[in-house]
């Protein structure tokens, strides 16, 4: 079974946030990690590997620099790692990400897809489920257990109030949740083996089907019109109110942030 | 594309067990707002096996029109028959506008129909307005009006970003649940219903749904939950926690509590927030008698919303809460919750 | 000179400090409280490689550096200082000796499964009557037939009761040096269960309350012959060699013990307020922190320094790390002593408090200038290769 995972090497929000000039995000400025999902992601599939005999690829697309959580990714126990990197990538959207991400697909051979939920820098869970539309393949979104059950996947689908057991026959893709399982560490002799090996870099050129009107910040459906970074945790208001005072300004505050 | 063809609001219309979702009357009243702006009117998409009947309760929270795809493959929510049924709605009847709830099913569903209407799709917003794009006119670009601006948090929690879809239609966007504010039902509205019939034909991509599991809720892990009303030895004994509980249940939220109060043996450790508790990061942190020495905080300064509640004026809590008040907090908490139930209760 | 790591080196590091902030530190206050060996931590460590760091992987271990093995005890001392010197007791003392002075049998049976972490190990050199002073060692060993019968007695051994495979010195006869009878010393192997073997007193300790110090008791504890480690006689040597390397164990320990203090210290003054302002706004807490941060980075230069002149030891055995050792463990501990004690005062009451975790990375410093050679060995090892 060839099992590729999809990964993202995201700013550790609690290193604060930066921005370019034109609302983008500073990448190149931040503290990185595993994005969380992706990571339980990865250890999905390394416990398929475990159970059932697997070749493990992570992928990922970004700045050159993306290679480290590939690196990572092997350390943990993948066996290849594809680095999708190029200029004109950049500033991409979910659309444009998910194109960019099916085009690299489209030169592997795959049974699964595993991605992570969604990333914690935007949170929109679309990339998954976009990936599997460009490439015609079922997605089961949210899996909290996943079997494999001949040339199919069962698949603990989660909602809001009750999980469907799914059974899609592969390839297919599945997003993961981070509640899926306790990742793995890295071993500290799989870390230098890992950077023994060799990555493998595509740009541009190397993705398949693809149209360049559907790449990178010009390819973006989606614009920023503005961005801005929230006032940081510190001192707020304080006040001294007698009871029914302080009762109808806490209500209305609520009420403004949309508690209630 | 010609985007001058794409016209009206459409709010996908979840519903689970034939039970019209919450999420769905939030969007529809939303939807109203954007329509009246933009002059048009507001349709709704309803897809499900024998959920006709729910038409009217549709147009009782604002649907103009509802348009109704009623098959037995969509009896459970399944990623491609529903994905299938929306992308030839939007394709036949040309959107421009397109929400839809931000739930387990709206964030799966919403991606891939926006992957095969090839349009861009925000998520998780909390602010939808129409206006103008750019924000402000920029020489040398066309400024175009009438977009709609979606606003989301980002980086949980630490941006905030304002999204337009200029140049694709429809735009589409999902919503948190809880933001947007239903209409008060009209009752007795009648809206358009029109069937339509996009035709299913299984193939791999209609999965096998082998079993429902119904969840049962068993006690929330603090950590999960997002509103936490917490309290520290400024409670006073471990029966005046009731106040506290009372408030938790009235916002659906749970309570915790400081160290200082597990060493009391007031509360079991697991209720514990702080350095040698539990970090936790609810939306909205109650510090109800918790004076915030550094091991507390460094537990729940990533709150989004801090409300702390000390008779000390000099409580170092009040140096990371967003709403603090000086006052006792026997006389404001069972006020708060009396209040907060009262507020409640109205808005339903 | 380089003094940049290595991206793997960067790596593991980050591997090392998410483990610690993850599995250990949430743990150290109540190992240290309960004096509870961290049972379930060791397993963990045991599955992601950490207890066979520098052992080759053809004997179940992670092949990798010195310095990746310093900087592992590092992280987790940086957190707890008991599970540090729970990792460099097992990995120098008892792993290490066997990989350099075992048979190819002795490795197949025991390294692999402590390297792998199945079996944890230990060194017992010291005893009630020779500590400094390894000579005057009472241990006895006597060929029997077939076997070694041991008699005597071990104190203050780390993993006392935990491990299960010991490295165990003994006097295996008298020899006559320039007309002077002198006593050999000889290595063995003793695992536990073996009948003669027993655990005397826990020792109830100020410092490090997690690991399990005890006192080994063998009482006609017969093991077979081919557990000598070594060549008979050669112990002295081999305890010595051992102890170079243990020294950069301990330093590690010690330089992870200050930077947890210094760090925890950093985030507090900018927290604590008095007078109106955050005590790190005061010119004496500022300078403070100056000169625990210069001493810190000068003992890990030391460590990293003495990690790497080991490494250069495993291409070419006549390399002698000893001095850079003994200089590492000497400053870092004294290092970690001072820096520790001013992290206290600068917590003010609260540095005196338990809960506080300064408190207890200073009672853990203590022991870094005391065991695998005091500080006045140290010196003693710097000053002899000077004069020598």
Partial sequence: MKIVVCIKQVPDTKGGVKFNPDGTLDRGAMLTIMNPDDKAGLEAALRLKDQYGAEVTVLTMGLPKAEEVLREAMAMGADKGILVTDRVLGGADTWATSTTLAGALRNIDYDLIITGRQAIDGDTAQVGPQISEHLDIPVISYAQDIKIEGDSVIVERQYEDRYHVVKAKMPCLITALSELNEPRYMTPGGIFDAYKEEITVWGRADLKDVDDANLGLKGSPTKIAKASDKVRKGAGEKVTLDPDEAVSYIVDKLKEKHVI | MNLEEYKGVYVFAQQVDNEISSIALELLGKAKDLAKDLNTDVTAMLLGSGVKGLADQLAEYGADKVIVVDDPELKEYRTEPYAHALSSIINQYKPEIVLVGATAIGRDLGPRVSARVATGLTADCTVLEIGDFPLQAIPGQEQLHNQLLMTRPAFGGNTIATIACPYNRPQMATVRAGVMQKIEPIKGAKAVVEEFNPGFTPDNKYVEILEVVKAVTDTVDIMDAKILVSGGRGVGTPENFKILEDLAEVLGGTVSCSRAVVDAGWKPRDLQVGQTGKTVRPNVYFAIGISGAIQHVAGMEESDIIVAINKDEDAPIFDVADYGIVGDLNKIVPKLTESLKAAIAAAK | ?388
């Fill in chain 3, 1 to 388: 000179m380089d003094f940049t790591l290595s991206k793997e080196h960067e790596m593991v590091r980050s591997l090392f400090k998410e483990f610690a902030e993850k599995e250990v530190k949430p743990l150290a206050q109540e190992v240290d409280e309960t004096e509870t060996f961290p049972r379930a931590t060791v397993e963990k460590m045991a599955k992601n490689g950490f207890l066979g760091i520098p052992v080759p992987k053809e004997y179940g271990g992670q092949g990798c550096d010195p310095l990746t093995y310093a900087m592992c005890v590092e992280e987790l001392s940086k957190v707890c200082g008991t599970t540090g010197v729970i990792v460099s007791a097992h990995t120098s003392l008892c792993c290490d000796p066997i990989q350099t002075y075992g048979t190819e049998e002795q490795k197949q049976k025991y390294l692999i499964p402590l390297a792998k972490g199945e079996k944890l190990g230990a060194f017992g050199l010291t005893e009630p009557g020779a500590g400094t002073d390894a000579q005057g060692q009472q241990t006895k060993a006597v060929l029997d037939g077939d076997e070694w019968v041991l008699n005597g007695s071990k104190c203050f051994i780390t993993n006392g009761k935990e491990a299960d495979v010991y490295v165990i010195f003994a006097i295996t006869g008298v020899v006559e040096k320039r007309g002077r009878l002198s006593k050999e010393i000889s290595a063995f192997i003793v695992e536990k269960g073996t009948p003669g073997f027993t655990f005397g007193t826990k020792e109830n300790k100020m410092g490090i309350r997690g690991s399990s110090t005890y006192e080994l008791i063998f009482t006609d504890c017969r093991i077979p012959k081919d557990n000598l480690l070594g060549q008979k006689g050669k112990g002295f040597a081999i305890a010595m060699h051992t102890l170079d390397g243990g020294r950069i164990g301990i330093a590690a320990q010690a330089l992870g013990l200050a930077e947890g203090a210094l760090e925890t210290t950093i985030e507090y003054v900018k927290e604590r307020k008095q007078f109106g302002r955050a005590i790190g706004a005061f010119q004496n807490t500022q300078f403070q922190l100056a000169d625990m941060a210069t001493k810190v980075e000068a003992a890990k230069m030391l460590v990293y320094k003495a990690a790497m002149k080991k490494a250069e030891y495993a291409t070419n055995p006549k390399v002698s790390y000893s001095t850079e050792a003994a200089m590492a463990k000497l400053y870092a501990a004294e290092v970690a002593m001072e820096v520790t004690t001013k992290a206290v005062q600068l917590h003010g009451g609260y540095g005196y408090i338990r809960e506080y975790d300064v408190e207890r990375m200073m009672r853990d410093a203590k022991i870094t200038e005391i065991y695998e050679g005091t500080s006045e060995v140290q010196r003693m090892v710097i000053s002899g290769a000077l004069l020598k």
